[in-house]
């Protein structure tokens, strides 16, 4: 088992940043973001793989959003820059025993960890 704790949601305006924390209670080969509107279902945002150097990003977020991980602290952030009205969500920090961090149903091969999630709004 592993237990995710997310940090660092909040509100902001249209065009502002804010940087996301996940906490894990221990190593796990994937990590990513996922996030979830009130209506809509939820969408995988970035994901990493084990060394940090291959990212997989969800097109709306390319070019606005980095994904990164210290493996010493067992710690995933997700920067997201440029924020967009469309952005708000509930934001979760998963991990995946997958042998493959991409987003989509590879991420569902292995076991997968969820956190309670924190949420962002922005506004316009």
């Known amino acids: 088992q592993a237990q995710l704790v997310e940090s660092g949601g909040g509100s902001v305006q249209a065009g502002g940043s804010l940087r996301l924390s996940c906490s894990a209670s221990?190593?796990?080969?994937?990590m990513g973001w996922f996030r979830q509107a009130p209506g809509k279902e939820r969408e995988g945002v970035a994901s990493?793989?084990?060394?940090?150097?291959?990212?997989d990003y969800v097109e709306s977020v390319k070019g606005r959003f980095t994904i990164s991980r210290d493996n010493n602290k067992n710690n995933l952030y997700l920067q997201m820059n440029s924020l967009k009205p469309d952005d708000t969500a509930m934001y979760y920090c998963?991990?995946?025993?997958?042998?493959?961090?991409?987003?989509?149903?590879?991420?569902?091969?292995?076991?997968?960890?969820w956190g309670q999630g924190t949420q962002v709004t922005v506004s316009s």
């Open positions: 998963a991990a995946s025993t997958s042998l493959r961090c991409v987003l989509g149903s590879l991420w569902y091969l292995g076991t997968v960890y």
């Open positions: 221990k190593f796990v080969h994937c």
């Open positions: 990493i793989g084990p060394g940090g150097s291959s990212t």
